[in-house]
Nanobody, 125 residues
Framework: QVQLVESGGGLVQAGGSLRLSCEGS????????LGWFRQAPGKERELAAA????????YYADSVKGRFTISRNNAKNTLYLQMNSLKPEDTAVYYC??????????????????WGQGTQVIVSS
């Protein structure tokens, strides 16, 4: 098992930037595919970005492509999400999540078994 704790959320004006962090503990961090999900009020949770276990393959939802960058530092057991050019529609609770890495990188399929508690991001217009 792995425990995940997010940090870095907050209030920012449109066009601004934030960096989210997710620190993992309790298991071999580098054996997991990691993702950043987000859920806005009244909307379904969506996968915003994901990264494979060694950090060389990434996935981005169309809504964040070109603005968000996911990265990880396995030596520090930490996942990051750099968010630039933020828009009011990026307002959501952001969750990091982990699933056991498979041979192929399939970030949008399968079940993410471990979740953090979430961190709120509010983008004002």
């Amino acid at each position: 098992q792995v425990q995940l704790v997010e940090s870095g959320g907050g209030l920012v004006q449109a066009g601004g930037s934030l960096r989210l962090s997710c620190e993992g503990s309790g298991s071999t961090f580098s054996s997991y595919t990691l993702g950043w999900f987000r859920q806005a009020p009244g909307k379904e949770r969506e996968l915003a970005a994901a990264i494979n276990k060694i950090g060389i393959r990434t996935y981005y939802a169309d809504s964040v492509k070109g603005r968000f960058t996911i990265s990880r530092n396995n030596a520090k057991n930490t996942l990051y999400l750099q968010m630039n050019s933020l828009k009011p529609e990026d307002t959501a609770v952001y969750y990091c999540a982990a699933k056991q890495a498979m041979l192929l990188f399939t970030p949008t399929t399968g079940t993410y078994d471990y979740w953090g508690q979430g961190t709120q991001v509010i983008v004002s217009s």
